[in-house]
């Protein structure tokens, strides 16, 4: 399948400070990405889904301007958590989505903010 | 308002018992219903995309099929090593919707 590269897999960052995770489309064009958070043993909650070269659409709840979240080509999103905050410490996963229907995920990265 | 719901939460087998788990679902315009195995601390797998009801795929050990309303992952004569949280996620128009997962559990 599809193979869908997120970095880094671990971070740890003081709060206050931002952090940025990156999604990239290894070799397949990514209309749609979606970006989701997960807490332990619990599912994957969407957070924002975005299109190449137009803004991300927020789920509600989600605060767009503590998410950034760039869409800046076919190939890649990145995801910024600004100004981080013990409580943001999760798992946040990205998915790739092609013209087709199969939506493929990275890795996950695991965000600790101490 | 768009839901999935995955049942059990949680399902312990012997090693090589057989059975099935539960993705209902009730969304508008459903588009594909996926099935994600997901380790611990990793990233879901894909494992299937069924579109249509009626509609049956199969691989290794796993089956899954699909109605209107919901879907069933058959799993056959199991072993530990498809010990993990089992996702069912359904496409509507333009979003995935996860349900909360089912924790497998086969017993050596």
């Known amino acids: 399948g599809a193979v869908v590269s997120q970095h880094p897999s671990r971070v740890i960052c003081k709060s206050g400070t931002s952090v940025k995770i990156e999604c990239r489309s290894l070799?397949?064009?990514?209309?749609?990405m979606f970006w989701y958070r997960q807490f332990p043993k619990q599912s994957l909650m969407l957070m924002a889904t975005s299109n190449e070269g137009s803004k991300a659409t927020y789920e509600q709840g989600v605060e767009k301007d503590k998410f950034l979240i760039n869409h800046a080509s076919l190939t890649l999103s990145t995801l910024t958590v600004t100004s981080a905050h013990p409580e943001d410490s999760s798992f946040y996963i990205c998915s790739a989505r092609d013209h087709g229907r199969y939506a493929f995920f990275g890795q996950g990265t695991r965000l600790t903010v101490v | 308002e768009d839901q999935v719901t995955q049942s059990p939460e949680a399902l312990r087998l012997q090693e090589g018992e057989s059975s099935s788990l539960n993705c209902s679902y009730t969304?508008?315009?459903?588009?594909?219903l996926f099935w994600y195995r997901q380790d611990p601390g990793k990233g879901p797998e894909f494992l299937f995309t069924l579109y249509s009801a009626g509609e049956e795929k199969e691989k290794e050990r796993l089956k899954a099929t699909l109605t209107k309303k919901e879907s069933f992952l058959h799993i056959t004569a199991p072993k530990p090593e498809d010990s993990a949280t089992y996702l069912c996620a359904v496409q509507a128009d333009d979003k995935i919707i996860f349900g909360k997962g089912t924790r497998l559990h086969i017993l050596p």
């Open positions: 070799d397949f064009q990514a209309t749609t």
């Open positions: 969304v508008s315009g459903l588009r594909g």
